[in-house]
């Protein structure tokens, strides 16, 4: 089935920096890639999302890229906020079209 | 209603016995899912139900595992003989269609589950 490696696990910051989180996936058939937000005991939420049919999208702050040859997406932050700190995470079609596979997730810290 | 909503929010039972958790979708939407998260871990697929087609429950772990949704609407994940691995965050979402039209996933708050 579908699989999705995320990288780094963790990644610290300062304010103002940037950020990158990758991701792999192995279903080339698959063509929506949303990135989500998990605050501290909180819902996870969409922050943005692509469809394989674009290269790069951006909304305001944030950015997602996608490679479909080598099947890997980013998900670049710019600017960091110590708001912006959370778990985030990337996913993926599974194979049967159905659910949505997630990566194992990136704990973003952002210090002041 | 305006959003996913789950019961119950917090959830200890023994080990050995059977719990039901509770999701009632965003009103409207046809696809439901079930997710499972450990304290710590990624986002685990369970579920999937897609208006009456049959589910995907190539997720489910073991056969301890169920759920239905009935009426396409509110649906029941099942756990029974609950084993203390069992213990994490069931999250549900919704989504207008399914998955493959790219429609937007939300989540509910989910059910913290601790089987001691």
């Known amino acids: 089935g579908e699989n999705v490696e995320q990288h780094p696990s963790t990644l610290s910051v300062q304010e103002g920096d940037s950020a990158v989180i990758k991701c792999t996936y192995s279903?080339?058939?698959?063509?929506?890639f949303p990135w989500y937000k998990q605050e501290l005991g909180k819902r996870p939420q969409l922050i943005i999302d692509?469809?394989?049919?674009?290269g790069e999208k951006k909304d305001q702050r944030i950015a997602v890229t996608l490679n479909k040859t080598a099947k890997h997406f980013s998900l670049h932050i710019t600017e960091t906020q110590p708001e912006d700190s959370a778990v985030y995470f990337c996913?993926?079609?599974?194979?049967?079209?159905?659910?949505?596979?997630f990566g194992k997730g990136t704990t973003l810290s952002v210090s002041s | 209603g305006a959003g996913v909503s789950q019961s119950p929010s917090n959830k200890v039972t023994e080990k050995g016995k059977d719990v039901e958790l509770r999701c009632d979708p965003i009103s409207g939407h046809t696809a439901l899912y079930w997710y499972r998260q450990s304290l710590g871990q990624g986002l685990e697929f369970l579920i999937y139900?897609?208006?009456?087609?049959?589910?995907?429950k190539s997720g489910l772990p073991s056969d301890r595992f169920s759920a239905e949704r009935t009426g396409g609407s509110v649906s029941t994940l099942t756990i029974q003989r609950t084993q203390q691995e069992d213990s994490a965050v069931y999250l549900c979402a919704s989504s207008l269609m399914g998955s493959f039209s790219g429609n937007t996933i939300y989540f509910g708050e989910g059910s913290w589950l601790t089987v001691v």
């Open positions: 692509i469809r394989s049919n674009v």
């Open positions: 139900f897609q208006g009456n087609s049959a589910p995907d």
């Open positions: 996913a993926a079609r599974n194979q049967a079209g159905t659910a949505l596979i």
């Open positions: 279903d080339s058939a698959s063509n929506y």
